[in-house]
């Protein structure tokens, strides 16, 4: 699964959107971008996952830049219950049987 | 999404003693469930992927007889820390993914915190 590279930790105003950049750059063709979230002291929680085009549901946005190179989650109004760490995880279809690689993720600080 | 029930939630266990962790898949039938440990202000390491009716595939480093795996059915996998010691208390956590779903997102229980006395 082709490594990935977050920021450490972010600030966002609750109310505002959140966007929480990922570098892939060694994404291959087949490979999807998911991107899970562990509040503290809870198991990880998906929200979404793409290949190349954007995509949304109840939780949030994901954008797919057009070489998938990187990739951008929004949660589009922050609420402090938001506040968790973002992992951003690479991984190709043929992976269904291996467990996910998670590395340090972002530490998103929901701001009162 | 699909829900992964994790049990315990916590538990205390003297040294020396053994204890079982349970993890179920709720609303759907997982051929592969896997079992992660995560240390205090670390990210999640996998430990072990569970098949059911197979045995268990280790991560290097971590003690297949110290860390009993079993996956009797399609909703169910324990995984029993056995003759526990302190540098065994950690968050431990399992992850579930739908059969023959390989596209699909893996689902996670809610965690295990195991603390060792």
């Known amino acids: 699964d082709a490594k990935t590279t977050q920021p450490p930790s972010m600030d966002c105003a609750e109310g505002r959107a959140a966007n929480l950049p990922c570098n892939h750059s060694t994404i291959s063709g087949n490979e999807y971008v998911y991107w899970y979230r562990q509040i503290h002291s809870q198991g990880p929680q998906y929200i979404i996952h793409g290949l190349k085009n954007n995509e949304t549901n109840e939780m949030a946005s994901l954008i797919i830049t057009e070489d998938r190179k990187s990739s951008t989650l929004i949660l589009p109004h922050a609420t402090l219950r938001d506040t968790a760490v973002y992992y951003c995880?690479?991984?190709?279809?043929?992976?269904?049987?291996?467990?996910?690689?998670f590395g340090k993720g972002t530490h998103l600080i929901i701001q009162p | 999404g699909a829900v992964v029930s994790q049990h315990p939630s916590w538990v205390i266990c003297k040294s020396g003693t053994s204890v079982k962790i349970e993890c179920r898949s709720l609303d759907f039938q997982a051929t592969t469930m896997f079992w992660y440990r995560q240390f205090p202000k670390q990210s999640l390491m996998l430990m072990a992927t569970s098949n059911e009716g197979s045995k268990a595939t280790y991560e290097q480093g971590v003690e297949k007889d110290k860390f009993l795996i079993n996956h009797a059915s399609l909703t169910l996998s324990t995984l029993t820390v056995t003759s526990a010691h302190p540098e065994d208390s950690s968050f431990y956590i399992c992850s579930a993914r739908a059969q023959a779903a390989s596209l699909t997102a893996a689902f996670f229980g809610q965690g295990t915190r195991l603390t060792v006395v």
């Open positions: 995880i690479v991984r190709s279809p043929g992976g269904g049987a291996d467990g996910l690689t």
